[in-house]
């Protein structure tokens, strides 16, 4: 079976951390030859580059000269199915569709917010109707999106437990974090996190307390650099953002507890990576898919904006508790959230 992936780039978003899983447990089986076509160059995963599949960059064509490399790649692969992994591109295939013979799953779900007035028109009437499944990584999504329940599949993310870092050194320790205690958000500094929750939060412990660290991971785009720059470059010594990282793993493992500020999330990655650790986490994403991964007061806390400080501080009190929200966590991810359940799913689907 020729199975053919859409998306723009892969950066360092949660959606491109899930495709990319995804490809790298597909490519073990060799029943599926696998196609990914880019339309930019930006590749935050150099490890697809090790897989045996085909990989196609579409750098520098405009809207309009898009779908026509998009129907020159599909008559010459002959795609069985195609997995769109954005709105525009799950638009692009809508419009060739009645063209071909594929299979069309439009994934591009991976949120709660729903489609704004513009988007509406075209996602119900037009992709949602010629695809012939819609995915999201949460029942949520699919509710926030109206996805026809004929056509809405629900497939959890899936970690990798390969991914946890073995390591016995201190990778926090090697760039000058020595605190007792290190909390640490995992996420893009992007208008769908709020970080200046996460700063607030943090400019209030750390005038209490010389004991924590407060660690963001995550990309910087430029828009935010103004907000994060007292905390850039070891300009504080105890809020530290730490920009796009590729030893995630090596660095998340010595954190005690996990905090996502957030406006609405599907399925967070961070959230699921930092649970798979044994890092509880504490997020105030009361609206969003997070209540599919943690189950409130038993593994994870989730709570108001102005509940946050009440909520950690009783986890930085509390040493056995946070050892039994550890335990939990991990098992939890272990027995919903494995890339060995996300990729049978998705296999289901295509056949």
Known sequence: MKILYLIEELGGGGKERR??????GLSENRDYEV???????????????????NIHSLNGYSNFALIRQYFLILKKIKPNVIHTWSFKTSFYIA????????????????????FSKIKSLVGKQFIFKRADSVVSNSQLGLDAYHVPKTKGVVIYNGFDFNRISKSKIS?????????????????????????????????????????ITF????EILPEFKSLVAPYINNNHSQIKFLGFRQDVSDLIK????????????????????????????VTNDLKGGTREVISNDIDGIICNDNKMVNSLQELIKDENLRETYSKNASCKIASDFTLTKMVFNYIKIYN
């Open 19 to 24: 495709l990319v899983e995804l490809l790298k």
């Open 35 to 53: 196609f990914l076509v880019l339309t930019k160059r930006t590749n935050k995963y150099p490890e697809i580059n090790q897989l045996p599949i």
């Open 95 to 114: 419009l060739l569709k009645p063209l071909f013979t594929f299979k069309f799953i439009a994934g591009f779900i991976g949120d709660t917010f729903g």
């Open 171 to 211: 990778q926090l320790e090697g760039i000058g974090i020595k605190t007792p205690l290190k909390i640490v958000m995992l996420a893009n500094v992007t208008k769908y996190k709020n970080y200046r929750l996460f700063i607030d939060i943090a400019e209030y412990f750390v005038k209490h307390r010389n004991d």
């Open 215 to 218: 660690i963001s991971i995550g």
């Open 254 to 281: 010595d954190c005690q507890i996990g905090l996502l500020c957030t406006y609405t999330e599907g399925i967070s990655n961070s959230i699921i990576e930092l649970m798979a650790n044994g890092v509880p986490v």
